[in-house]
């Protein structure tokens, strides 16, 4: 997997310490994805490295913008320098005491992505420190005790009372400049004998641009000698860059063409409106054109087909159903009813489509179907036709397609001997039951014929509770 970070260091060849076993290692840490990230900084001591020598000077956790963003880290060594003998043994009195013992020590500065520090992680290069030579001192012989304790005792004081005035006029205490702008830093170390030098430039757009944000060596550091070097880390200045304008693309390609220049993306939504397509860019603040921090976040208006949540209507009578899918922005049909089960009385809605919950753009149709009243088909076999209509018409059904040969002439005297559905089958009111009858050949042969309506006045004279013609199908197969 690609790693967030790279880490790169002025350190490339052994440091060597001071006297007193400091020194310091800058570390350059690039963000190399096209997203803002967050990143945690740590020291690692390597070999014989005690990890209380090593310091990480300002904040560890840092926010790097997108691309070539460079952040520094300063890490610190301070080492002891005192040491026994290699042998353990105490030296005899009089004989040189080694006070510093020549090492070389190694550390590396670890930088992982805060929201995946156990696998998105960069290591930098293994920086090597080299501690100085031993020096050797000669402790001076005791003064006996017992001769000239009082003038012993004078010249002590009168040796410390020298040396604390002569190291008053050769150090001076390092003042705080951290906050100062550069030139008012500059004049502060300058008025105590100390040198300013401007080690780096950092933008971590905390603090005004020209302020000193770090200083080595730092103000609660022991008093230095006059002239010393005091490097100073300054705020730098964001350079403002062109936004892009991203108005009527799509969002995709909107959000990808300004993450690719450098800026963040927040969307908002609209309304679908004429002339507008579904996740196009109505809108952009800042406007396209105008400049900006890299690193900025551009608030993007997006066209969206609002969505409706469709009611439940299920169980409720169709009339109140209805009224509650119109009252919510949308339409409705009602479908042939059709039989329910017992706890859908009938009338009241036993099903929608789209279901209740479904999103859906204002002024779509929703399909509903009533629960239908049942009833039972009667028997209509052996009956003829008018006879079968008004048997039919009492259970609330209606006379589907009759199969067969049937015409003026023979519709009162025909016998059904089929029908769909059975007898003593439950079906919906206002269902159709199809009959058949016999196939009569006539002339030289049968034949087929579409549906005819025939004259029914006969029927009617014979069953005058019929309410409607029947259509009926005449069939027959050519001989």
């Known amino acids: 997997m690609a790693k967030t970070f790279a880490i790169?260091?002025?350190?490339?060849?052994?440091l060597k310490t001071d006297a007193k076993g400091h020194t310091?290692?800058?570390f350059s840490v690039t963000n190399t994805t096209s997203r803002a990230v967050r990143g945690i900084a740590a020291v690692k001591a390597l070999g014989?490295?005690?990890q209380e020598w090593l310091e990480l000077t300002g904040e560890s956790e840092r926010d790097f913008a997108p691309g070539e963003t460079e952040k520094q880290f300063v890490v610190t060594f301070d080492a002891p320098v005192t040491a026994?003998?290699?042998s353990g043994a105490k030296p005899a009195a009089g004989q040189p005491t080694p006070v510093a013992a020549a090492d070389k020590y190694s550390f590396r500065l670890d930088v992982a992505v805060a929201t995946n520090t156990d696998e998105d992680f960069a290591e930098s290069p293994v920086v090597n420190v080299e501690l100085p030579a031993p020096k050797l001192v000669v402790p001076p012989k005791p003064f006996p005790k017992w001769i000239f304790i009082p003038i012993a005792a004078l010249v002590l004081i009168g040796i410390a009372v020298g040396l604390f005035f002569a190291l008053r006029k050769t150090t001076v205490a390092v003042p705080n400049v951290v906050g100062m702008t550069l030139d008012d830093a500059k004049s502060t170390l300058s008025g105590v004998h100390l040198t300013p030098v401007e080690q780096e430039t950092q933008i971590t757009e905390k603090v005004p641009a020209g302020q000193v944000i770090a200083q080595s060596p730092a103000a609660d550091s022991e008093p230095v000698a006059k002239g010393t070097e005091v490097q100073l880390t300054i705020e730098g200045t964001v350079t403002p860059v062109e936004v892009p304008d991203v108005t009527k693309r799509l969002i995709t390609d909107a959000r990808e063409k300004l993450t690719a220049a450098g800026f963040g993306v927040v969307e908002k939504s609209t309304d679908l409106a004429e002339g507008l397509q579904p996740d196009q860019v109505v809108s952009q603040t800042p406007a396209g054109g105008a400049k900006a921090k890299p690193?900025?976040?551009v608030e993007l208006v997006v066209a969206v087909q609002r969505q409706i949540q469709v009611p439940d209507v299920v169980f409720k009578p169709l009339a109140l159903g209805g009224q509650q899918i119109?009252?919510?922005?949308?339409?409705?049909i009602e479908k042939d009813p059709e039989l329910a089960p017992a706890n859908v009385a009938p009338?009241?809605?036993?099903?929608?489509?789209?279901?209740?919950?479904?999103?859906?753009p204002p002024g779509s149709t929703i399909e509903l179907v009533a629960a239908a009243q049942p009833t039972t088909v009667p028997d209509v076999r052996n009956k003829k036709i008018a006879e079968a209509q008004i048997l039919l018409q009492q259970a609330g059904l209606d006379l589907g397609t009759v199969s067969g040969t049937v015409n003026q002439a023979n519709a009162t005297i025909v016998t059904i001997t089929s029908q769909t559905p059975a007898a003593n089958t439950s079906v919906a009111r206002g269902a159709r039951v199809n009959v058949s009858v016999p196939f009569v050949c006539q002339f030289r042969g049968c034949f087929n014929e579409?549906?005819?309506?025939i004259d029914f006045g006969a029927i009617k004279t014979l069953n005058p509770g019929i309410k409607q013609p029947l259509f009926l199908r005449r069939q027959s197969t050519e001989h």
């Open 8 to 14: 790169t260091t002025t350190a490339t060849s052994t």
């Open 24 to 26: 310091e290692a800058v």
């Open 48 to 50: 014989s490295t005690k």
């Open 84 to 86: 026994p003998p290699a």
């Open 295 to 297: 690193g900025d976040t």
């Open 326 to 332: 119109v009252a919510a922005g949308l339409k409705f």
């Open 347 to 360: 009338g009241n809605i036993k099903s929608q489509n789209p279901a209740a919950g479904s999103k859906v």
């Open 450 to 453: 579409p549906i005819t309506r």
